[in-house]
Each structure stands twice: as structure tokens, then as C-alpha cells.
């Protein structure tokens, strides 16, 4: 075997054992727990940073929240429970800000707004509901109300339904 040949193969085995030390460095998964000993946190950290799927507990022990984070980030689709593991909303994040449709629930667990997020502000329409019914709408821009329908006819009446997506 000549010597560049020799050389070569050294150095692509020292690259895939640097890869393989690189991509699996500091990842761990990690459990945080209240003063009573009962679970708050779990999830996966990397260098020291939230990673991944991660789930937040009430101190009854019932899960509050539950989602992603990349970067330590907020990211992708979250959701939101009381302490009787009831959902309370549910919404997208990016880099930490919520975005797009989110969801609300009322106390037995049904749908009773929905609104349209940008950066964390409400920015488009939202939607109230009662027994699955759209009894009114709101349109925001910027979190400031621009305009309120009281009934659906009213809202359709003046609204594409496709703006809804």
C-alpha cells in the first residue's frame, strides 16, 4: 500500500471517530423536580441546551405542557393543560414566539375561540365559539381589535371563509 493511500485512510478513520464523538457529545436526558420531589421537567439537553420533545408537570403530577425546543427554543406544534389534565390551548411556536392558528378550550375541554398569532400577538381573526357554534368573530392587527361581527351571517356576510386558513 502506497503512502498517500496510507495517509487517506487514516484520515477518514479519524474523521468518522471525530464525527461519532462530536454527534453524540453532551446529549442527555434530564429530569427536574419541585421541592417535594415530585417531577416538573423532563426532557433532552443538549451542550447545556433544551432539545427535542420536553413535558412540564403541574405539582399535582399532572402534565401542564408538552412540545419542542431546538436551540432552547420553543419550536413546532405545543400543548397546554390545567392541573385536571384538561387542555387548554394549543398553538405552533417559532423561535419562541407563537405563530399562526391557536386553539382555546373552555372548561370541559371543547374549542371556545381560536385566534391568528403573529410573533405572540393576536394578528388576523379570532373566532369564538359556543357548542361548536361560531356565535362572533374579532379581526386584530398588529394586537390592537380593528373590527368585531357579532353573528357568523355578519362575519360571512363580509368575509371570505378562505381568509380562515
Not at 40 to 45: I, L, Q, T
Not at 123 to 148: Q, R, W
Request: glycine share 6%; proline share 1%; hydrophobic share 35%.
Amino acid at each position: 500500500m502506497n503512502m498517500k493511500l496510507l495517509k487517506f485512510v487514516y484520515a477518514i478513520l479519524i474523521s468518522f471517530v471525530l464525527l461519532a464523538f462530536i454527534s453524540s457529545e453532551d446529549k442527555r436526558y434530564e429530569r427536574t423536580y419541585f421541592e417535594d420531589g415530585t417531577l416538573a421537567s423532563e426532557g433532552w439537553m443538549r451542550f447545556n441546551i433544551k432539545t427535542d420533545y420536553w413535558s412540564f408537570y403541574h405539582p399535582n403530577g399532572k402534565i401542564a405542557e408538552k412540545g419542542y425546543f431546538e436551540y432552547g427554543k420553543k419550536e413546532k406544534y405545543w400543548f397546554f393543560y390545567d392541573e385536571n389534565r384538561i387542555r387548554t390551548k394549543e398553538g405552533k411556536y417559532l423561535k419562541n414566539e407563537q405563530i399562526g392558528w391557536w386553539l382555546f378550550y373552555d372548561k370541559k375541554g371543547r374549542i371556545n375561540h381560536k385566534c391568528q398569532i403573529n410573533k405572540g400577538v393576536k394578528d388576523g381573526y379570532c373566532l369564538k365559539y359556543k357548542d361548536s357554534k361560531m356565535i362572533s368573530a374579532e379581526k386584530y392587527s398588529n394586537g390592537a381589535k380593528i373590527k368585531e361581527w357579532s353573528t357568523f351571517n355578519a362575519f360571512t356576510h363580509e368575509n371570505n371563509l378562505s381568509n380562515l386558513k
